[in-house]
């Protein structure tokens, strides 16, 4: 086996390998040869080779968001770090563990006029947990930011920079590795804090009468099925989830914007909560942010085990500690109320069913009609990873299989790197991925494509309704050049021979018949990755979502 001759990328290989964090995507460039040399080098090394970084940053974080560790990042200097940056803003804010190798020139050799030089220290210090500014020659101090960087982004579940400076020549290797850099011993117990004394909080919550769970993004089976039949039998509570929350019960009001869109204003207040439990990340429904600040909680309570983010205006507490451990502990000491609070929202849940149903069946062909027809169809205890913008949207409105793990960037909220995403999260986890995405999501990252790794089994559902369609549902649509072009920018393109350039099986649907017969081809195939085109009409998708919220009452 050979190494990199230079004593820092030694010990940057050593430190890596001794903590674990073995998934390796690497970027090609010369500055960073030591340490591509050394990680390819090393069979212990799984290593991906992905030209553009910012499509890499986002491979790697569907990687690390499917396997819950560190993935490292390696890159050569100057722009190409900064390409990083979308992925890791989304790691931060996704709680996500990425770590950022950069390699740079001597710091003797920046804001001097050399060539592929920028001032790459701190560079992501708005998003980054830890910062590691190495210095040219190895040694303890080095070796201490080298361990905290990566402590800290496997205990704190974020992204990570390590700057690494390189001086020439860079592509000398040895036979055998001639440093021993230090390794820190390091217990990652974030979950395992006492919650202390619960008896204030527990006789609040038994003395409420309407009680709000409200769950935004989370892993699949965080929650034992003890822990959701006690929510969902207490009278006193309504769980609220969303497509990427995971969890699943029939009582659960699985579809927000469905329910309290139509609400008035004697509706939101017989709705207000007492107290506001909330878990999870991200919640993507508009309105459920803007009725909960509005009608405030008297009570938020907040699950992490470690942060609180005060979404409402409302936090009152903030449970350091997982929400399983919390709902172990807490519930025990909980005793249902007598209330008709949950029976009132099933009330209106079962009328708003045989709206939507109705409303439904009347469509012509849409971007509605797609996810109607697509959700139903896709395969048992597979993976869906959805884009954002429209698609994430829609999807709350369709039930979906409770076998099925959902995904979506959520954490910025981003269309720029969704694509590469789904491709990393099919390479990690082993499931059959599909990736419903919008025209303009899938085109902003096409370069996704360009992967030597993607599952044969991997389909993309791609609806292409030639322009930015959530531009029309959000107020100030108006039909002019202005907004055609610079809002909505319009398009008449298509995914044919990016498919074909990169090897995807391609096929078009553009009316209900065509799109039934497609998804049933798409998944009965899986000798080669997938582009299904769903062509909907541009004018039409906007007044049927808007109709549909006005047709539920």
């Known amino acids: 086996m050979i190494y990199p001759k230079i004593p820092l990328a030694q010990s940057i290989l050593e430190i890596l390998l001794a903590k674990g964090i073995t998934t390796i995507v690497i970027s090609p460039g010369s500055r960073n040869a030591p340490l591509t040399i050394g990680f390819a080098s090393n069979p212990a090394f799984q290593c991906y080779s992905i030209a553009d970084e910012r499509s890499a940053g986002f491979f790697a974080l569907g990687i690390a968001q499917q396997t819950k560790l560190p993935v490292a990042l390696v890159c050569t200097s100057g722009s190409a770090l900064l390409n990083y940056y979308p992925a890791f803003a989304e790691a931060f804010y996704s709680q996500i563990p990425l770590v950022v190798l950069s390699a740079d020139r001597p710091q003797s050799k920046i804001d001097i006029g050399d060539g592929q030089t920028i001032r790459?220290?701190?560079?992501?210090?708005?998003?980054?947990?830890?910062?590691?500014?190495?210095?040219?020659?190895?040694?303890?101090?080095?070796?201490?930011?080298?361990?905290?960087?990566?402590?800290?982004?496997?205990?704190?579940?974020?992204?990570?920079?390590?700057?690494?400076?390189?001086?020439?020549?860079?592509?000398?290797?040895?036979?055998?590795?001639?440093?021993?850099?230090?390794?820190?011993?390091?217990?990652?117990?974030?979950?395992?804090?006492?919650?202390?004394?619960?008896?204030?909080?527990?006789?609040?919550?038994?003395?409420?009468t309407k009680k709000m769970v409200l769950v935004g993004v989370n892993e699949p089976k965080a929650i034992d099925e003890k822990t959701i039949d006690l929510l969902a039998n207490d009278p006193s509570v309504v769980v609220l989830t969303e497509t990427t929350?995971?969890?699943?019960?029939?009582?659960?009001?699985?579809?927000?914007?469905?329910?309290?869109?139509?609400?008035?204003?004697?509706d939101f207040q017989n709705f207000q909560p007492e107290i506001l439990v909330t878990f999870g990340g991200m919640v993507v429904s508009k309105r459920i942010k803007a009725f909960l600040r509005k009608f405030k909680p008297q009570h938020h309570w907040h699950i992490d085990s470690l942060r609180a983010y005060d979404t409402f205006n409302a936090l009152t507490k903030h449970f350091e500690i997982s929400p399983q451990l919390f709902f172990d502990q807490f519930l025990p000491l909980t005793q249902s109320a007598a209330s008709n609070y949950a029976q009132q929202l099933d009330s209106v849940k079962r009328s708003r069913k045989i709206k939507h149903e109705e409303y439904l069946s009347t469509i012509p062909f849409s971007d509605f009609k797609v996810f109607e027809k697509t959700i139903p169809q896709l395969p048992k205890n597979s993976q869906l990873q959805i884009s954002n913008s429209s698609a994430i949207r829609y999807a709350q409105l369709i039930p979906i299989d409770a076998s099925i793990e959902?995904?979506?960037?959520?954490?910025?909220?981003?269309?720029?790197?969704?694509?590469?995403?789904?491709?990393?999260?099919?390479?990690?986890?082993?499931?059959?991925?599909?990736?419903?995405?919008?025209?303009?999501?899938?085109?902003?990252?096409?370069?996704?494509?360009?992967?030597?790794?993607i599952p044969k089994d991997f389909k993309i559902i791609l609806i292409n309704n030639g322009g930015g369609g959530i531009f029309r549902i959000l107020p100030g649509h108006e039909e002019t050049p202005v907004f055609n072009t610079f809002f909505e920018t319009s398009h008449c393109l298509t995914a044919e021979h990016l498919a074909k350039m990169y090897g995807f099986n391609y096929s078009i649907a553009s009316d209900e018949n065509s799109l039934e017969k497609a998804l049933t081809n798409l998944f009965g195939q899986n000798d080669q990755p997938a582009i299904l085109e769903v062509f909907t009409p541009?004018?039409?998708?906007?007044?049927?979502l808007l109709d549909y919220f006005k047709q539920l009452v």
Not at 538 to 544: G, K, L, Q, S
């Open 406 to 453: 959902v995904y979506c960037n959520r954490g910025t909220s981003g269309i720029d790197g969704a694509t590469s995403t789904a491709i990393g999260a099919a390479v990690a986890n082993g499931k059959q991925t599909t990736f419903i995405t919008g025209d303009i999501g899938f085109l902003y990252d096409t370069n996704a494509l360009w992967n030597n790794y």
């Open 120 to 208: 790459q220290e701190n560079v992501f210090a708005n998003h980054s947990l830890y910062n590691a500014n190495l210095e040219e020659l190895a040694g303890l101090e080095n070796d201490i930011k080298i361990n905290e960087a990566l402590d800290t982004a496997s205990a704190k579940k974020g992204p990570v920079h390590i700057n690494a400076p390189f001086e020439e020549p860079l592509y000398e290797t040895v036979a055998e590795m001639f440093i021993q850099p230090f390794i820190s011993n390091f217990t990652n117990d974030n979950t395992e804090k006492s919650l202390g004394d619960l008896t204030l909080f527990s006789e609040i919550w038994n003395q409420s």
């Open 245 to 266: 929350s995971n969890l699943h019960h029939p009582s659960f009001i699985a579809n927000i914007d469905t329910i309290i869109t139509p609400f008035t204003p004697e």
């Open 538 to 544: 541009t004018r039409e998708n906007d007044t049927i």
